[in-house]
């Protein structure tokens, strides 16, 4: 899934190019890329589908060379991750008979390839075996209030994996104090795997026109009139997550706690945590910055860009195509309803 | 005179493009195209001379297109302003006996030309008439450290002129204070007034050495052979200004109050005090700037560029060709460090 628009990281995300095509860590490769070479291990470059804005395809086939256009999947507008799901789980029907599947967001940070590799075999196994659907929960760290849980059943543990008791909302700092003590409450990562026919089986029963919709396609998934009979569906679309419309509800769900350096770096503050400080916790991405009477700021300019930063606690300094933003980290959810005054 | 480097508007101002050929207020105007738009109801278009650095002919021909080639002097390296102005009296003599002459800087800011204009008519009607030295000293508004001062005998008046009763340099801001209510001293604007022969005249007797290198190409200033002759003369010439070699020693100087609205620009902060803000307090000049939750600011961007200034109370904030800063106005004597730092 690499359809998001990425408002948060204005000025280096705008929407034609969002936060999957940056590299906000500074480490050569975006989003899109990493997450590409990260599933390599475990996935053959034949079977990755990407799903995305139409506008978004010559960026998708810049980044990741290796795919087919056949392999980029083209929403004409955006509807949320139910449609974009029901849309894939279509298309890998009209392939594959009988396809496990990982479903991820293309614009998340994982430091640990290997064991994720490992977290992804293991499930891909688990639902190929059983007719589940399987999300990866983030065993956490602290009481982040920026993600959803998932509360775990602990006594159903069958090799590393357990029923989900409930799905929850983002929390409050106090809750989110709670479920890290409680030490059964995981981060949802947003990555889901499954059985294709389990999933179809799911949206039949849970978003029946949604399924109606998409399965009136049948025979044109894969052909030349593919792109035409999706772009006459999709406005008509319910515009409804895969969370709400089928992961509350679903028969079996199950999650596998894993622990592999994942963020989904969605916000400025969460990019700062991960990155290298100096002496006085100032972190800095692209080009050369002086920093002088400051500390716990983030910095990012272009690699041949240069900048003094002097007399700044706890900022967010970010320059990127004649966009220039200078915020309290403290204030970032503000950047949103700023970067609407601007227009 | 537009040989200044004008280190502190970084990243404005660099070596490559000083503080002269810049627009730092937004007026759509440079300062060299300021000055000789603000003399030219005074002085003839081909009586202008710009004294520079050869690596800023290009820029001068550029911003003052009415100059003819020969009209620009290229100093081959800096060697302050006595060289400068001593270059330029020879070139004069080599033209016309007894021309009066204004000397002054291209990069300050004049927000009254009628009166400017007033106050060099009246100026040069007096230098052709007296063999002194004229400085025109502005009028103070506030206890400035940053500009030296004149005291003026306030015993001497002729037609608004005094004479001069000792150069002082910057003071301390106590001292300043002193100054401001003593009412007889003004800042020293840098822009001088005389007749060429009183000048020539004044180097002959205070700076002997310097008068005669530069009288033996007397055969030669106007002619192809002067750029080389120049080019020999100057790696040798003493640096020093023409305050501290002619003015103190001067045997007729004579200062003109003024209050045409002046500026010398000289820091990020005076630039702030001359700028409209809004509500807050905050300037910007360039592109659109949106500001929340700040006071006090400067906000210096390119035209096309767009800027989210957020959180911050009495910052300079700049961005031009690849280099941003953010720094304290009240720590803006430090940018020349930081910049050196960059390095």
Chains 1, 2 share one sequence.
Not at 32 to 61: C, D, G, H, W
Request: net charge negative; with cysteine; glycine share 6%.
């Amino acid at each position: 899934m690499a359809g998001g628009v990425g408002a948060r990281f204005w000025p280096l995300s705008t929407e034609a190019q969002p936060k999957q095509f940056l590299d906000v860590m500074g480490t050569g490769k975006s989003f899109i890329r990493a997450t590409f070479e990260r599933f390599l291990p475990s996935v053959p470059k034949e079977n990755f589908l990407v799903v995305t804005s139409a506008i978004y395809k010559a960026q998708v086939m810049e980044h990741l060379p290796e795919l087919s256009e056949s392999q980029v999947l083209l929403e004409p507008m955006r509807r949320n991750t139910a449609p974009c799901i029901a849309y894939a789980s279509f298309r890998i029907k009209s392939v594959c008979d009988n396809a496990n599947v990982v479903v991820t967001p293309a614009d998340h940070l994982v430091t640990n390839t290997v064991e994720f590799n490992r977290i992804i075999n293991k499930g891909l196994d688990y639902v190929s075996a059983h007719n589940s659907i399987l999300t990866i929960g983030i065993k956490p760290s602290r009481p982040e209030t920026g993600y959803g849980y998932i509360k775990q059943n602990c006594e159903t543990e069958i090799s590393e994996i357990y029923e989900v008791d409930s799905f929850k909302e983002k929390p409050s700092l106090d809750v989110a104090k709670q479920y890290l003590s409680d030490g059964n409450y995981l981060w949802n990562s947003g990555i889901f795997m499954w059985n294709n026919n389990a999933i179809l089986s799911e949206f039949k029963t849970q978003l029946p026109n949604m399924y109606a919709d998409f399965e009136k396609g049948e025979s044109v998934y894969n052909t030349t009139e593919e792109q035409a009979f999706i772009d006459n569906l999709y406005p008509a679309c319910q515009s409804i997550s895969i969370d709400y419309g089928i992961m509350e509800g679903a028969e079996s769900r199950c999650v596998i706690p894993a622990d592999f350096g994942w963020s989904d770096i969605g916000t400025w503050g969460s990019l700062y945590t991960h990155l290298e400080k100096n002496e006085n916790a100032n972190a800095s991405v692209g080009g050369k910055v002086v920093f002088d009477k400051s500390s716990g700021c983030i910095v990012n300019i272009p690699a041949d860009h240069e900048a003094i930063i002097e007399g700044l606690d706890g900022y967010l300094v970010a320059y990127y195509n004649k966009n220039l933003i200078v915020c309290k980290l403290d204030d970032e959810q503000e950047i949103k309803n700023l970067v609407e005054k601007l227009k």
